[in-house]
Every structure is written in C-alpha cells, then in structure tokens.
C-alpha cells in the first residue's frame, strides 16, 4: 500500500466518522423535537401523506436482513419513491446502534421478552422538517451534503456504519 492510499483510505475514514457523528446528532435532535417516524409501515403512511417534509430516511439492515427478500422489496419501493421526490436517503448497517441512539434498547435477556410486545422494527426510520430553522442545521447540513457527494458519484444509497460509543 503506497502512502497515498493510505493517506486517502484514513481520510474515507475520518469522513464517514464525521458524518456517522452528524447522523448521531440529527436523530438526537429529531427524537427531542419529536421529528422522527419509526418503522417501514409507518414511514410508508408519512410518504404517502406528507413526503415534502421528509429530509431525510434511514433504512436500517445488517447481514440477516440482506437475506430477507421481503424487507429488500420494501427497500428498493421505499428508496425509489425518496429519489423520486428528493427526499435524501441513507442505508445504515449497525441497526443495534440506531436502536441505541432512538432509546429503543432494551437490556432485558430473551427470558425477560417472553409475553412482552415485539421490537419496534427500525429498519426504516424517517426524520421530518416541520420548521425552516432546522434548515439551519449544520449537522443536517451537513447529511445533505454527504448524500448529494455520494449520488454525483453514483452511489444513491451511501452506507454508514454508525460509530460504537
């Protein structure tokens, strides 16, 4: 490896920290201001109602669900009405971390789930702009900015790997 891949993977790295850090910031901001829907069922009620104030969707998967070829249909219908109406989208592949950020974790073993309702499904997760001050945002600012970068490139659905804490 010659130093100048390795000079250009460590700053692949320090970016994508960077903007799993945003990422952490703008769900913390979404969950005060309530901003957030969860869920690939809901997330398609909000679109089919009200996509204008969708900034941004999530969809959230690790190696299981690649497997499961129904939530990749639900993806793939999800992912081409956010291109088709511009709403920025970014794949996730820690969905135990997101848990994490959304408070959704429980501690509790599988003994203790046993009668309890199911987990919420996080594989979609949609963050909403009721007001023009988010706008403001610089951590929105700057997921905006890393999804338009990675769709000039190609990628439409760039994957981030949200940092452990």
């Known amino acids: 490896m010659t130093l100048e891949e390795f000079s250009a993977g460590e700053q692949k790295t320090e970016r994508m920290d960077k903007v799993g850090d945003a990422l952490e910031e703008v ?3 979404a969950l005060s201001q309530r901003t957030i829907t969860v869920g690939v069922y809901e997330a398609a009620k909000l679109l089919n109602v ?3 104030n ?5 969809l959230a998967a690790d190696e ?3 497997r499961d070829v129904a939530l990749q249909i639900h993806f793939t219908l999800i992912q081409a009405f956010c291109c088709e109406n511009d709403i920025n989208i970014l794949r996730v592949s820690n969905p135990g971390r997101l848990a994490e ?3 959704l974790e429980t501690d509790a073993g599988p003994a203790a789930n046993e009668g309890a309702e199911q987990p919420p499904d996080l594989h979609c997760v949609l963050v909403t702009n009721p007001h023009s001050s988010q706008w403001k945002d610089p951590a929105l600012s700057q997921l905006i900015c890393f999804c338009r970068e990675s769709r000039y490139m190609d990628q439409w659905v760039p994957v981030i790997n949200l940092p452990e804490r």
Do not use: E, H, Q, R
């Open 27 to 29: 769900l913390s901001k």
């Open 50 to 52: 009200d996509p204008d």
């Open 54 to 58: 969708v900034v941004l969707c999530l």
């Open 64 to 66: 299981d669900d690649d």
């Open 101 to 103: 950020l959304l408070l």
